[in-house]
Each structure stands twice: as C-alpha cells, then as structure tokens.
C-alpha cells in the first residue's frame, strides 16, 4: 500500500506475523476478526490497513480504545493520512477514521443510531479490556448493541494477552489469527538479589541501570504506587547524579527547566511534587503517575523518546500499549493492594508490562526483569510468571452494578428494549451472557440475571427513572438524563435527593456531597499528615466529619481552589497532590452542571443562577467578582484577572492600552483583547 508506505517511511516491510494475517486473508473477507498477536509486533498497523482499505473504498471506520492517552498517540499517529484525503478525528460524523474512547464509542451506540449504521469497520484496540471492571462491560455493551443495531459491520479485534480466544471468537462471530512472532526479541527473566550482589531492590536497580548507561540503554521500572514511584525515582538520581558527564548533566537541565517552566507560565510557584520531580531529573531520573500535570507527563514522555532521561519510574497506568524506547523493563513491585491484603499481580499485568521492552522503532532486543529478594522467591515467580499462562478473560458485567444499571436504563431510553424479556434477550447476546449459556455450570447465573434485571427495573421504577406504561417500560426525564451521561446511576440518584432536600444551597456543603460521589477524582494524600488541616478547613465551614479521608482532602482543597489559592499552596496546606486539582476542579464544575439539570427535572428551580455561578467558580478556580474577567477574556486566567481588579477596580472603561500593560504579566495582545471586552 503505498498510503502507508508514505506514512511509516521507516517501515521497510511487513513482519511475519504481519504476513502471516494478511495471507490469511483479513483484509480481503468480510469476516470479523481477532489478532492475538504478542506486544510490540505492530498491531496498530494491521488495523489501520484494513482501515484505509476500507475508506478507500468509499467506507468509514471506528478506531477505539480504553484510555484518552492512547487516543491522543493514534490521532497523532493518524492524522498523516490526512495528506492523502483521509479524514482522522474523534468524531466520525466528521471523519473517515475516528478514534473515540470506549465511553463515546458506548454513547454513540445508545443515540446515534444512524451514525452508527454507515460504520463500516470497527477496530477494537487493546481488546482484552474487556475483562477489566470498569471499561470492560461498557465496550462489551457496545459492541453488542453495534452487532445488534448494525450487522453488516466488521469488528477487528486486537490484543496481545488473551487466551480463551475460542470462546472469544465464538461470541465475536470472528476468525482467530494468533501468532507469536515478536519483532524485537523479548527476554524474561527473575532476578534475585544474590544474583546481583544487592541487599535491597532498590540497591539491584541501580546496579542494573548503571549498566544500562555504559550501553546507553535506557530503563522503564514498574513500582505498585505513586508515592513508590518518587521515591525510587529520588534514591536512583541521587545514587547516581554525581556521575553524570558533563553534556548529560546539561540535558538533564534543560529537561528539568522545561518542568519548571510549567506552572511559572500560569504564574503560580511549582509544587514540592513539581520541584521533586525537577531534582530527580536533574539527576537523570523521572517519575511517572496520574497525579501529574499532563503537560509534565508529555515532556518526560517526550524526553525519554528522545533519549534526554535514563530512567522513569512508573505505576501500571503506563503498562497498556505505548512506545518508548525502554530497552530493559524492570519490575519491583508484583504485589498489589486489594480488599483482601496484597496480592500478586495477574500474569496478565505482567505480560503487559513486560511487553514495553523492546519496542521495534527504538530497539534491537528487550529484557525484562523482575526482581526477588531471595532465590527460592525467584523460583516461584519464575514457575508463576514465566512459566505460567495469561489469564482467560471473562466479562466483568455483573459484577459491576452500576454498569448493568446503565445498561438497562440505556436500553429502555434508547427504546430498544421495553419489557423484561427483550432486556434479558439483550443481555444474553454480551460476551457474559455467551459465557453464561456456553458453560453448563453456569445455569444458576442466568436465573441471577433474571433476578438482578427485575430487581433493578423495581429500584428505577421506585426512583422515578423507568415508569411503565400500557406499551411498555419508558425513561422518565430524569432516566433520560442518565442515560444521556456517563455518571453512575448512585450519583445521580444521590443529587436528585439532595436537589429536593435543599432549601437554600450550601455551596461548600454541595462541594464536599459532590466530593463523596464515585464520580469525583481525588486529589488524595501524599502523607497523613495534612488531616488535621483538612478536618479544621471543613469545619469552619460549617461541615463536620468523623474520618478524614481523599473526599474531605478533596473538598477542602477545592473550597482554597475557588479562593484563589494556587496548587502550590494547597499542596503545602494539606500536604495532597495538589497537580490534581485542575482535573478535580475540572470534574467538580460538570458534576454541578449536570445538578443543575437534576434540579430542573426534579423541579427546583430557585438555585440556577447559584448553580451557574458555581461551575464557573470551579472552573476557572476563581472567585465570585472576576467571573467575567476570566470568562470574557480568552486565556487572561484567574491570575492576571485578579492583578487587573486590584490595579484598576472592576471598571475599565477608561483605562488605556499602555496602562493595562503595567500589569505584571500584561502584553500588548492580551491589553487588547482586554480593551476589546471592556468596551463591550
Ligand atoms: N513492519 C514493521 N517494521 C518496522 N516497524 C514496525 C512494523 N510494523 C509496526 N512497526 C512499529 O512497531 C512499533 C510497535 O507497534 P504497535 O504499537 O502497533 O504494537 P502493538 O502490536 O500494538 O503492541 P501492544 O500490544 O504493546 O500495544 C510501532 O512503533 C510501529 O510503528
Ligand atoms: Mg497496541
């Protein structure tokens, strides 16, 4: 195809088990499809093949996957198309090839039937997803819904790390390729101390990285948390920082300059996380977790893409399908926290993370090591991991309520079901319900089904979301507004109460309710030691709590946020990571939005304007008398909004040009846009 060989120009030709999919011909038949083949060995390609063809042809594709981060490396990636007449966006209203995040993609198959139906090709990325609790049942429900709604569209499937791959394919409708050529040879090993001349893990890491840096190879470590991420990210730096070249060292700089730079740009001091981060890469280190900043977590992706950094130190959320040039993948930590003590990490995970070594634009080999503190650990790891085999995949759909509560009522609003008996039809067709009718032990489940259907449509009559009618089940406003969103059937029933229970609105009472939902990401604790502060901020504001957990740190940290406090002082105020606030505050303000819309259904209309008031508040992170500074002028953020106040009261009528620029942080483009808002 000369489409893409104009697009990957280092791509000299197609790899075996590349081959080997096409002469089994999945390009050409109109069959649905999986390729399990391993990590690295250029899934992305193969889908995009069929994609291409399949436009060409006149036809429009759905490119999707779990997480947005994945999203934005394959808009990239894609958008090269566009110089051949290849539409690429997130919408495929307005696209040829869309990449959409499972969420849109489940959206789209509920209300937009007829976008829906001119979908040719489905291309499911990462697919064993499936079996994950969150995402799992949502694209799960998707695709069938889209079998349902559109069969004459093709799904291809693709994954690394499946193994029940027949009773996959048998609910897919779909033929299996596998394959198990990997470009880039990957080896395996457990390491254990002794091996290595170590005492402690984080000792072997260091010996083992300062290898990496005679061969100018560079490391990607897995540890179990974020907290474990900074401080192995500290230790390493420091235990080597003092042996940088010269050139090294000012690259290391730059970097960490670059990191400063962020927040200075906002005008607010940096973090401790920020200035930790900062020192680490100074010493050719970083960390890597959700509680950063995404700008910050491009850069260090960045940077070690161009070999500017040694070593990052990440948590699991970077083990799904990215490139970066991590020759050696070091894994520490194969336990994990759950409600039943630590427990070891699935073959799975480890296979995933693994699967970051070695990847063919950057490597000729890849190593992975887990380590052992002792030789009889490593036996056992060894015969578990090594050894062992990738978990089945199962569906997670009754096991998480919530997404079966939003399937239903998605159904019935979508009006495609509007009895009991159709929704169980309905339920029957997902991969749970083909792995419930598959296996003869499994009867007494499809009673449960039964059950948990009729009990949940009892739960939604008794809320006003579903109410029967002589033709059947319909959504009430309220289901319709559910159905519409993708927050939980819990929260919205948890707002609805508190919309008629309130008589007059309590924001930072509202804050903290909104704060308990599962909807709100946390800004959580970086130690215990900012709990007495977070007790003492709430109960001045009239809320009194008993435990003092991420919620009530998440409260009070948006109650100094709408106050005008920056990052860095909340973060030295509740000792939180504070580089979360952003994405809280972010949520927090959508979560009032869609209040305010429970309030209407539910009739209570007195608080709109408070509600409108508050979003923005969130927002922008300001407080109530600069709204319409920051709301009228693009890009003049809360900063700067405030400085003007202070300088000139709220009146700027009479104010030149030349005297807005005194303002610190005023150029001559913003004085004018501001000039622009004032006269209006
Ligand atoms: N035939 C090829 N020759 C050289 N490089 C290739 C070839 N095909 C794909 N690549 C490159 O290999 C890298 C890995 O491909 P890709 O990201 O598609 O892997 P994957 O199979 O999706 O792995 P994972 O399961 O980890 O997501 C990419 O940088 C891709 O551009
Ligand atoms: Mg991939």
Known sequence: MKIIKDCYPFIEKLNPAQKAAIKQGYLEDQHNYI???????GKTLLGLMAAI?????????????????????KIKEFKELEKHGISVGKDPRSSDLAIMVFESFDILTRFSWNTLKEIDLLIVDEFHMIGEYTRGPIIECAITRSMILNPGMRIIALSATLSNLEEIGAWLNAKVIQHDY?????????????????????????????????????????????????ALATFVSQKIGKKIPKETRKKFNEVADKILEIPQKSGSAPTFTCLKLAECIRGGVAFHHAGLFTRQREIIEDEFRNGNLYMITATPSLMYGV??????????????????????????????????????????VGYSYLLAKSPEEAYQLREYYIQGEVEPTSSKLIENKDAV???????????????????????????????LTNNPNMNIFADNLEYEINSSLEFFIKNEIIRPTPTGLRATPFGLLIANSNYSVETSIKLRHLATEMDELDTYKLIYEICKTPDMPFISFKTRKGKDRV???????????????????????????????????????????????????????????????????????????????????????VKEDIIPFVVGVKRLGRVRARRLVKTFGYNLENVNEDELQKVDGIGPKMAAAIKKYAKR
């Open 53 to 73: 063809k399949t436009i060409l042809e006149g036809g429009k594709v759905i490119y999707t996957v779990p997480l947005i981060s994945i999203q934005n490396e």
């Open 182 to 230: 990997r470009p880039v040879p990957l080896y395996k090993e457990v390491i254990s101390l002794d091996m290595l001349n170590a005492r402690e893990k984080n000792e072997a890491i260091v010996k083992i990285l300062q290898d990496a840096i005679k061969d100018e190879n560079q490391i990607l470590v897995f540890v179990s948390t974020r907290r474990f991420t900074e």
């Open 405 to 435: 509560y939003h399937q239903i009522i998605g159904q019935i609003a979508a009006g495609l079901s509007d009895n009991p008996d159709e929704l169980i039809e309905f339920f029957k067709k997902t991969f749970y319900g083909h792995q």
């Open 535 to 621: 007790r003492e901020k709430l109960q001045e504001n009239g809320i009194f709590v008993m435990d003092v957990g991420n919620p009530e740190a998440t409260a009070s940290s948006l109650i100094e946020w709408i106050n005008e406090r920056s990052e860095y002082e909340i973060e030295n105020l509740f000792n939180v990571y504070a580089a979360s606030t952003r994405r809280a505050a972010y949520e927090a303000s959508q979560l009032i939005r869609f209040f305010k819309k429970i309030c209407e259904v539910a009739g209570v209309y007195g608080h709109s304007q408070a509600l409108d008031m508050l979003t923005a508040r969130l927002y922008y992170g």
């Open 323 to 364: 490139n970066l040039p991590s020759q050696t993948v070091i894994i520490r930590d194969y336990t994990r926290w759950t409600r039943q003590g630590p427990k070891w990490i699935p073959v799975f995970d480890y296979e995933q993370m693994s699967g970051r070594a070695g990847r063919p634009q950057y490597d000729q």
């Open 35 to 41: 390729l399990a083949i391993p990590t690295a060995s």
